[in-house]
């Protein structure tokens, strides 16, 4: 049996609730080792700190390759 289809509007009380908590966490930014940002829409970005990267700043072909 699908989890996800069993649960009906739970999924959505949960949804809300991993958004609240999510949203807690980026405000506080307390973690040493990583910055957790919000995206556009329901995306969240973790970043290791002093690793970050922009994949825009690449090469279009070395994003293409890292695709394949």
Do not use: S
């Amino acid at each position: 049996m699908n989890p996800v289809a069993c649960c009906g509007r739970g999924r959505v009380q949960l949804n809300g609730v991993f958004r609240t908590l999510a949203r807690g966490v980026i405000a506080v930014d307390h973690l040493p080792d990583y910055l957790i940002a919000k995206e556009l829409g329901e995306i969240i970005r973790f970043i290791r700190r002093g690793q970050a990267m922009d994949w825009r700043a690449l090469p279009p072909e070395t994003v293409k390759a890292a695709a394949n």
